[in-house]
Structure formats: C-alpha cells, structure tokens
C-alpha cells in the first residue's frame, strides 16, 4: 500500500515578490511562521523568493514589508479598496 499523490494543492493566496521593490533585508523571512520565504543572492542582489507549497497565504511577508514588495494574490490594494467601494456601494 502507498500513501503518495500524483499531486497537491496549494493555498492561491500565496505571495507575489516584486523583485525591483526588494531589497533582500530578511524581514519576511524572520516572520513567517511556515519557511515558505527564503532570501536567496541574485545577479541583482540579495531577493526574497516564495516557496509556494509551503505558503499557507496568511499575509505576515506582505504585512510586514518595508518597500511593499511582497502582496498576496487577490488582496492587493486596489482589490482590496474595491472591494470596500462595492460593500459601501460607492461607485
């Protein structure tokens, strides 16, 4: 008997890094509760790297980035800031 998948599923809610926006300083890496963000060397510098079957997309990178490099798929600020308009029904 085997317990292996032919595949799995991660969370959509992981990070996206904007790589000119960052600046490699650890930050997110500390924080994050799961290991899912490593600060890896690049040709441009030290940059934050997502380890996607990790994330658990609880948003602590994002919050916590200085440059606003890091945002979580489907809460950027403007998702986030229409989605209050329509609650309000603001047009």
Same mark, same amino acid.
């Given at each position: ?17 904007? *790589?000119?926006? /960052?600046? %490699? $300083?650890?930050? #997110?890496?500390?924080? &994050?509760?799961?290991? +899912? !963000? ?13 380890? *996607?079957?990790? /994330?658990? %997309? $609880?948003?602590? #990178?994002?919050?916590? &980035?200085?440059?606003? +490099? !890091? ?21």
């Amino acid at each position: 008997m085997t317990c292996s998948k032919d595949s799995i599923e991660i969370d959509p809610l992981g990070p996206v890094i904007d *790589e000119a926006l /960052c600046i %490699g $300083c650890k930050l #997110c890496e500390i924080l &994050c509760p799961y290991g +899912a !963000i490593k600060v890896e060397l690049t040709d441009k510098g030290p940059k934050a790297k997502s380890i *996607e079957v990790a /994330c658990k %997309g $609880c948003g602590v #990178c994002g919050a916590s &980035c200085s440059t606003k +490099a !890091i945002t979580m798929k489907h809460y950027t600020d403007s998702q986030l800031a229409a989605q209050a308009k329509a609650i309000l029904g603001v047009v």
